[in-house]
């Protein structure tokens, strides 16, 4: 049994629901409120997940957070094909270099631009901006003459990147500016189980 | 053939040196200087790494940016018997979830402060600070009856998350708060192979 502590307008959440989807995976979604700037979690969410933040995945024994581990481990385990996270050395850890661009400068821009502006968050919108752009700017500059960002199709390095980069505009980025983003964005709505959240347009769970 | 390019005051690319040096591999270094605050690059190094942040490795075609990606590359590829990364799902994801501490409260804080205070990064000192706190409390939460953060020995995601715990006095923290931390920092000293860097006694390069 799978049980995912999300936000419906959290772009990391939205990552994971996103490959539950995919992967026509059942699960129960356990909704944390946002209060302040800052989600509302109690000494039983913290047990299970120190940084209180979201998404947490809990599958049976294990506990998960963070919304790269939780990509990493669904297709994992529950991928036997290998499609969304292939399993030889060389890919492997190119599809990792992109999720560490969604942990960086997606996170530090994108996201906390997003975060401040319309949440409330504490930070440094100057540098979240500069640094949103710079994730913009990396993203289009691989997407320019190729479909995906490793491989030849879809893999979790693409739905770690995406979220943010499509709710750009709630952090103030004008998305025309890098229309290779914007094409990538498009092939990545038609994808066959493909779920929206607030902000993104698709049929929403 | 293995060449990284690094630089000796950075914990990012110690953690890959630290690495390539407990799996007695060879490689050559590049040094990338810092200049008011940033790192010194030209078009050629973008090319390689458009993020233009270090540590970026190149082994033979492949071409990796990102501490974290390249850790994962190393283990995977070079460590036959999966002692630094376990191939089961469960194990590999919980690794994740360590190297995603390492990617956001490691980054956003530990290395933030250290960066604002010691190298003129810009940022925001009081949520570096803040985050650096979190980063500290969850290891210790984590450390304060185990000797490891996953499995029974040391992995990739201690080597991760060790580097800026280890230098986050040039942060601004007292780790004689944080005595589960010092202890793990101790450890991991021990480890067969290891090395320093600035601010990290033991044998340097």
Redesign the interface.
Known sequence: MIRLYHRLTSGNSYKVRLLLSILQLEYEAVAVELEHGRNRVDEAYLRLN??GQIPTLVDDE?V???S???L??LA??YDAEHRWLPAE??A???I??W???A???C??GLFLARAIQRFGY???L??ALRDGR?AL??LE??LRDREWLVLQRATIADLACFPYAALASEGGFQLSDWPAVQGWIERIRRIKGFIGMPGIAGPEI
């Open positions: 120190p940084r294990l998960l957070w963070g790269t581990a939780i990493f481990y994992k385990k050395a060389a492997a850890a190119e990792m270099q999720l560490e661009l942990q960086n400068e996170n530090t504490e930070g440094d100057t540098t710079k700017d990396v500059a691989r």
